[in-house]
């Protein structure tokens, strides 16, 4: 979605950014049925059967006013799956901005709070945040309108999605700033409850020590200082403190339960004075280590490399994980969970594409990764990643605005450098148009 960029972003000098257009607009359905008063009759005389009821232009804008300005009951819901419910009057209409400034309030947060999170419409096929203009119920009304052009769900699934309202980590929010300023054991709590659940899902991707030495502090957040008694390793359920791929029992190490006991045990040992902060600190400092931390994440797909038989076998294309936060990009098989490419953008350079032809099934937008590489012989080239996406424009725009966040101006990338270092995006543009019309390719190897 174009609209995930900041509000008054200015735009990158490398690149030609078009203007939301009109069809992305949000617009409220409004139910005008009524019990017929106000109306004014039209009769075609006696004869003419039935009487034509049209509703006058005062009563269209009366119902309509009464119906935006009705008390909404509103639940927006914590990273720790918990919620915080209100009535608002006027619901309809009220921004997000409006809704932030009520939850900041009945949460009692700190001050920073307002900055360091941000309201969000998420559902399993699609996350947005919002920015403060946006209409909440009015996003919620187009949802399904928005998964038709953001994601690849059936039509069933389009059907039994339902978005929630989140009150989660501002994506804009700098790392370094909230590892200086947040103390506070509110602020705390919720970037621990989104933090554990990016950790556990997998969308945090990291080493098994990096996994269980999390699974030991969670435990004491969540279960106290540890008690050879009462924390024995079936009082532990994996799924709860390990990610998937970890929860595998295996002869290669001991059971699940039982190394989560046994982290559980060290982290007490080594915090010497137990109390609540303390511990949600120790965890966000090694999450905050984690290169996705902080990220907005995308779906799309690349291209499988071809195996031994080369071309001859259509292989089916890799699903990734595009997450983009202010530091760089970080592509992961979502599959494996493995990270497939992780860069910073002062070495990276991106450009968004739409197919030659949009309405063809099978045919998706794609983003453009350039980077610079090494062979086994240590000789460096560019290499190109196309990642195809119907989120590629909102990865544009999310790569578009947290460069120029970072740097207020145009980075140091292989499109924008006054030293050619690697040949220019457009310079190559032509074989890029060769490769949308015919095969495509995802690891094209473009000669300096």
């Not at 078009?18 to 607009?25: G, I, L, Q, V, Y």
């Not at 509703?55 to 819901?77: E, H, I, R, T, W």
């Not at 890029?432 to 390719?441: D, E, F, I, P």
């Amino acid at each position: 979605m174009d609209d995930i960029a900041p509000p008054n972003a200015p735009s990158i000098l490398m690149k030609t950014y078009k203007p939301p257009r009109a069809e992305n607009t949000l617009v409220i359905p409004v139910d005008h049925s009524g019990d017929g008063r106000n109306m004014s009759r039209v009769s075609t005389g006696p004869s003419s059967g039935p009487h034509l009821q049209i509703p006058s232009p005062g009563y269209l804008a009366a119902a309509q006013s009464k119906n935006l300005m009705k008390g909404l009951d509103v639940c927006v819901f914590l990273a720790d799956k918990s919620g915080v419910e209100f009535k608002l009057e006027g619901g309809k209409m009220a921004t997000a901005q409006e809704m932030h400034e009520l939850v900041v309030e009945l949460l009692e947060l700190p001050p920073m709070a307002r900055d360091l999170f941000a309201l969000w419409v998420v559902s399993p096929l699609l996350e947005i945040q919002l920015k403060p203009h946006h209409v909440p119920f009015r996003v919620v009304q187009q949802w399904p309108d928005l998964l038709l052009k953001y994601s690849s769900a059936s039509n069933k699934e389009i059907s039994l999605d339902e978005p929630v309202l989140l009150f989660r980590r501002n994506v804009f929010f700098p790392k370094n700033k909230e590892m200086r300023e947040v103390r506070a054991e509110e602020c705390l709590r919720l970037l621990y409850a989104e933090a554990k659940y990016n950790v556990l899902e997998g969308r945090y991707p990291c080493s098994a020590q990096d996994c269980e030495a999390l699974a030991g502090l969670q435990a004491v957040a969540e279960n106290g200082t540890y008690d050879s008694n009462r924390h024995k390793p079936s009082f532990f359920k994996p799924e709860q403190y390990l990610p998937g791929h970890l929860c595998k029992s295996s002869w290669l190490r001991a059971r699940p339960e039982e190394r989560i006991a046994e982290q559980h045990r060290l982290a007490s040992a080594k915090l010497n004075v137990i109390s609540t902060q303390k511990v949600l600190k120790k965890y966000m400092e090694l999450v905050w280590k984690l290169p996705m931390y902080g990220s907005a994440f995308f779906v799309g797909q690349i291209e499988r490399p071809a195996g031994i038989l080369g071309t001859w076998i259509q292989n089916p294309d890799i699903r990734v994980v595009v997450a983009i936060n202010a530091q760089g990009v970080c592509i992961v098989d979502k599959e494996k969970n493995e990270i497939l490419l992780l860069l910073p953008f002062e070495k990276l350079s991106w450009e968004y594409a739409e197919p030659p032809c949009r309405k063809k099934e099978g045919c998706l937008p794609c983003l453009f990764v350039q980077f610079q590489a090494c062979d086994r012989k240590h000789s460096d080239y560019t290499r190109l990643l196309q990642v195809f996406s119907k989120q590629a424009i909102m990865m544009d725009a999310m790569i578009e605005s947290s460069v120029l966040l970072k740097t207020g101006s145009v980075p140091n990338t292989p499109s924008s450098c006054t030293v050619l270092i690697y040949p220019r995006l457009q310079d190559v543009r032509e074989r890029l148009n060769s490769a949308l019309r015919g095969q495509r390719s995802s690891l094209t190897e473009v000669a300096r």
